[in-house]
């Protein structure tokens, strides 16, 4: 088994109707809130109405930044730490999917310390300290895990580059997670976000930092996103079915929390930081088929393992049939929830493939993969990954 070390400080409220707590949640940590969402939709504005209902029943005052865009630049964060200051907040609440609570995240680092965000990357020398304002996360979508990790995604408009904030003191000191939020998520949107959650939990499995407990994690994760995600694609109000990736969604985020990603994750950052129109579950359902098929000779027991999950009829079959069969597995499950995707259909060019390949190894994403790639193999899956 070897040594590995778990940690997670996120109080987790997971259930049908746990929306309703939001205002003791909040209050215990301030009584000046920083809301901080996406631009208010059809199918968000119920559920910001019921929150700021129930956080000024319980005497909290709000401000509400909604100026999260997918893919949040340093620009929203600045902007959303300016309001916070002026407010005086004392604790930020993300409400939906990865983009606002990861913005959420990064607000309160920029509203107490000096700088930008951007100045308190993963590998500055200076990092987040305790003055960091409390975050509370509730999810809207069944993707990111951002609600249960230490991490906060931003992109550098004027770079083109993507990277992130990774230190204990942003983790949300409580998550919500409430399925009934989820019901009216788009079905592309689903889709897109859910099979983030294949790949945070396959990729921890593969991960250097894997362990025993992780494992258990992971299993149950892919059984339940590849059994459920189809379903909840093709009649999102299906109940059971949101509940189950909610659950997933979580599992998948406390793996990566004390494990992590590799080759894909890098990449897929890199795609939509070149290019900010692709959502981050499109960036890595699209070179996921190229790259199972580069990985999976280093990891066959691995990849076995996951495909006897995804089809049992793979179970008992010698291990390197098993894992060079998974790789079509994973084929039929993107295909199965419509992220069966090129990257000119996304709308990428040819010029974008070699700037994508050039910049993909700047994450150290790809060090954690069981084979490494080198610049010219990244560029050889972004290749064949052109034209599906």
């Not at 002026?86 to 409400?95: D, R, S, W």
């Not at 930008?116 to 987040?128: H, K, M, N, S, V």
């Not at 994403?365 to 064949?384: C, G, H, M, Q, T």
Request: hydrophobic share 40%; with cysteine; net charge negative.
């Amino acid at each position: 088994m070897g040594t590995f070390d778990y940690y997670q400080p996120t109080e987790i409220r997971f259930g049908h109707g746990r929306i309703r707590e939001v205002g003791e949640v909040v209050s215990r940590f301030g009584k000046k809130c920083l809301l901080v969402t996406v631009p208010n939709t059809f199918f968000l504005s119920p559920i910001l109405n019921g929150i700021q209902k129930r956080l000024k029943e319980a005497g909290v005052e709000v401000a509400h930044f909604d100026g999260v865009i997918p893919n949040p630049t340093t620009d929203v964060i600045s902007a959303g730490a300016k309001m916070a200051k002026e407010f005086k907040a004392e604790v930020i609440l993300g409400v939906g999917g990865g983009s606002s609570m990861d913005s959420a995240k990064a607000i309160a680092v920029e509203a107490s310390h000096p700088g930008t965000a951007w100045d308190y990357l993963y590998f500055r020398e200076t990092q987040p300290t305790h003055k960091t304002l409390p975050v509370i996360a509730i999810s809207t979508t069944s993707g990111t895990g951002s609600q249960v990790t230490q991490v906060a995604v931003v992109t550098n408009t004027a770079s083109k580059t993507k990277s992130a904030i990774y230190n204990s003191n942003i983790f949300p000191r409580v998550c919500i997670v409430d399925p009934d939020l989820m019901l009216t998520a788009p079905a592309h949107l689903t889709a897109s976000t859910g099979f983030d959650v294949f790949c945070h939990a396959f990729e921890s499995y593969l991960h250097v930092k894997k362990s025993p407990y992780i494992d258990l994690m992971v299993l149950e994760a892919i059984r339940l996103v590849t059994m459920y995600l189809p379903v909840a694609v093709n009649d999102g109000t299906n109940l059971e079915a949101r509940e189950k990736l909610a659950w997933a969604d979580t599992l998948a985020g406390l793996c990566i929390t004390n494990a992590g990603v590799t080759l894909p994750h890098g990449i897929g950052m890199t795609i939509s930081g070149q290019c900010p129109q692709v959502m981050h579950g499109e960036a890595l359902a699209v070179v996921y088929p190229e790259f199972t098929r580069f990985t999976f000779p280093y990891a066959k027991e691995r990849f076995a393992i996951v495909g006897g999950v995804l089809n049992p009829a793979l179970i008992g079959m010698p291990v390197e049939e098993a894992a060079a069969q998974s790789c079509e597995e994973i084929d039929r499950f993107l295909k199965s929830i419509g992220m069966w995707l090129s990257l000119d259909g996304l709308g990428l060019t040819h010029e974008d493939v070699v700037a994508i390949a050039d910049n993909s190894r700047v994450l150290p994403d790809y060090k954690n993969n069981p084979r490494i790639a080198s610049r010219d193999e990244v560029f050889a899956i972004l290749s064949a990954s052109f034209n599906r």
